[in-house]
């Protein structure tokens, strides 16, 4: 069976879980590896998912915020010592649109040895990716989607699972309303959600282009969605989050609801 393994559920200043990235994995047990959090957690999360690093040959990065990007480093790092005993098979290829790759390459010649850098363009491959290209990647067909981030450029995806539903994959901003025909009766929606409704003054959502767990329910609703699954979420209230973001969403939205924890696994 596919599976969502969730390494991270956190905005970028959380401290009491993972920044929001994940796996998707297919029947074959390979994963493609969305986003590496902003950290070496990165590599404690995959271990903890007993997520075996051989089994990932594909990385899709979002955007250039470090809470989505910084733990590519620690990949960086981690895979040399695979590469170097002969123990991984074939190159890791890490998908990306232009101005993302241009930042991420600068940073890491920058900051990290040649021991390292040495296998970039080599046996890691930089793909560059642009809007509505559709990519194979593993048994799907990925379909990049610039999601109209107001504030840096952002791309998430859209793709067809082997068990025949829909998936799409928003990054961390609110849905826009230009992605509507892209997205509309998907049977699983990823979305962010910054907080609930009632902490909005608190958090301020909405001036940081996040949603509220109402708001991200009131889009699910609209665009007749099966699964949503919120995340990029909060932190101050974890023990409890999961209970209260779902009684949340249940007001607005009457499809499955999935508030899931740090390494919690969704059957697709």
């Known amino acids: 069976?596919?599976?969502?393994?969730?390494?991270?559920?956190?905005?970028?200043?959380?401290?009491?879980?993972?920044?929001?990235?994940?796996t998707l994995e297919n029947?074959?047990?390979?994963?493609?590896?969305?986003?590496?959090g902003g950290g070496l957690q990165i590599i404690k999360q995959l271990r903890d998912a007993k997520i075996d690093f051989r089994r990932i040959h594909n990385i899709i990065l979002s955007h250039k915020h470090t809470d989505h990007i910084l733990g590519m480093f620690w990949i960086i790092r981690y895979?040399?010592?695979?590469?170097?005993?002969?123990n991984y098979d074939g190159n890791l290829i890490v998908y990306m649109h232009k101005e993302l790759e241009s930042t991420i390459r600068k940073i890491m010649f920058e900051v990290?040895?040649?021991?390292?850098?040495?296998?970039?363009?080599?046996?890691?491959?930089?793909?560059i990716v642009e809007d509505k290209e559709e990519v194979k990647i593993l048994n799907y067909n990925i379909k990049f989607l610039d999601v109209h981030a107001k504030k840096d450029r952002q791309f998430g995806f859209k793709t067809t699972l082997e068990n025949g539903k829909k998936f799409v994959f928003l990054g961390d901003e609110t849905f826009d309303e230009?992605?509507?025909?892209?997205?509309i009766n998907t049977d699983w929606l990823l979305h962010e959600a910054m907080c609930m409704d009632s902490e909005a003054d608190i958090f301020k959502p909405y001036e940081k282009m996040h949603s509220t767990v109402k708001t991200a329910s009131e889009i699910a609703t609209s665009l007749n969605i099966k699964n949503l699954v919120l995340y990029h979420a909060s932190d101050n209230n974890l023990k409890d989050r999961k209970k209260l973001y779902t009684e949340e969403a249940r007001k607005y939205f009457n499809g499955n609801i999935f508030v899931p924890d740090d390494l919690d696994v969704i059957d697709l």
Do not use: W
Request: proline content about 2%.
């Open 27 to 36: 029947n074959d047990g390979e994963h493609i590896l969305v986003d590496t």
């Open 1 to 22: 069976m596919e599976k969502l393994n969730i390494l991270g559920t956190g905005n970028a200043m959380t401290l009491d879980c993972y920044n929001t990235c994940f």
């Open 178 to 183: 230009q992605l509507r025909d892209e997205v």
């Open 79 to 86: 895979a040399q010592k695979f590469f170097d005993s002969d």
């Open 112 to 127: 990290l040895p040649q021991k390292f850098t040495k296998f970039i363009d080599n046996r890691i491959i930089f793909k």
